[in-house]
């Protein structure tokens, strides 16, 4: 099915530890995004790609990283895992022409213990 | 600066029940506004968006919101709720700045039988 995929669904670090998660979609959308959703205060932007080749910050941006590596894929790293990144994160891809309508992968549930 | 506030974190409504849930929202322009919804373990699905066409926007599943201007409101409402309808609700204010989206934060749905 066509859509946004993340991997891994699943992840523990110990602080300090580096990872990245990946998204890649196949919708030929020139936008895509990293939210992360904490209990009562929905979903934030951490980053986004308004079109391969830009990356800018959202409002959290603080501890992560990304890189938009083609059109279909954009990924987020953390360089040093803190407890405070501990989220479910989320992926969404959109087309630029059409105002808010994205598709959401599943999501990462990540866990920095 | 555009945002959106929904009123109650949870909502816990009969089986048949009327379900409203509240949102409003602050911006300077005429906004574009969404709700979507996310099921347990998944990533969120759109349900509905206002686009400033009809101020009464019907959506999936028998859901429809309503634009007030003079409120700056943008409430979804279900007139009958099904068991399947338990998800949590966001409601979202678009920027075409960087087509990103700002969500509230959220609104857990319980329905009871």
């Known amino acids: 099915n066509a859509g946004v995929t993340q991997t891994p669904k699943f992840q523990v670090l110990k602080t300090g530890q580096s990872m990245t998660l990946q998204c890649a979609q196949d919708m030929n959308h020139n936008s895509m995004y990293w939210y992360r959703q904490d209990p009562g205060m929905g979903l934030r932007l951490i980053y986004y790609s308004a079109s391969e080749g830009t990356t800018d910050k959202g409002e959290v941006p603080n501890g992560y990283n990304v890189s938009r590596l083609n059109k279909r894929e954009f990924s987020l790293r953390l360089e040093s895992a803190a407890p405070s990144q501990t989220s479910v994160y989320f992926c969404a891809s959109s087309e630029s022409t059409v105002p808010g309508g994205y598709t959401f992968g599943s999501g990462t549930r990540l866990t920095v213990v | 600066a555009q945002s959106v506030t929904q009123l109650g974190s949870h909502v816990s409504v009969s089986e048949g029940a009327l379900v409203l849930l509240r949102c409003n929202y602050s911006?300077?322009?005429?906004?574009?506004l969404f709700w979507y919804v996310q099921y347990p373990n998944q990533g969120l699905q759109l349900l509905l968006k206002?686009?400033?066409?009809?101020?009464l926007v019907k959506g999936i599943n028998g859901f429809e919101a309503e634009f007030k201007k003079s409120e700056t409101s943008f409430h979804l409402t279900k007139p009958s709720a099904h068991m399947s309808d338990a998800a949590e609700y966001f409601c979202?204010?678009?920027?075409?700045?960087?087509?990103?989206?700002?969500f509230g934060g959220g609104t857990r749905v319980l329905v009871k039988p």
């Open positions: 206002y686009t400033s066409a009809a101020t």
């Open positions: 911006s300077s322009v005429p906004p574009y």
């Open positions: 979202a204010v678009w920027k075409a700045a960087g087509n990103k989206l700002t």
